[in-house]
């Protein structure tokens, strides 16, 4: 990333120091090496690296944990409603196990296993 790339990315209000900038563009190359080109990625760890820069940062932490937490209760919810539907679904034949596995977005081992074949 170069700095005006950066700079662009921070807007005018940014409210960091030459310094600063001058640090968070090395974290923005050491994030994008890290994150192999997930834009998606590279995005959250350099917000998460500029709002270190200015907030409190166990305020920082914690709406991450928060963020984290709820991530994992969604993933468990929607794998509940996914194990349902394939039980119910491969069950009455309206789906075949690699058919519904594709659809859901999972591996037909994931499938198999609901379904106590494996």
């Not at 058919?99 to 037909?108: E, L, P, T």
Request: charged share 30%.
């Amino acid at each position: 990333m170069q700095r005006y790339e950066l700079e662009a990315w921070l807007g005018n209000d940014h409210g960091l120091t030459d310094d600063q900038i001058d640090e968070l563009l090395v974290q923005a190359d050491e994030i994008d090496t890290r994150c192999g080109g997930d834009p998606d990625e590279a995005r959250e760890a350099l917000t998460a690296a500029y709002r270190l820069m200015r907030e409190d940062t166990d305020i920082v932490v914690a709406e991450l944990a928060q963020s984290l937490t709820a991530a994992r209760a969604a993933e468990l919810d929607a794998l509940a409603g996914l194990r349902q539907a394939a039980i119910t679904l491969i069950g009455s034949g309206d789906a075949t196990e690699s058919g519904f596995a594709k659809q859901a977005g999972i591996d037909r081992m994931t499938v198999r296993k609901w379904l106590g074949k494996r």
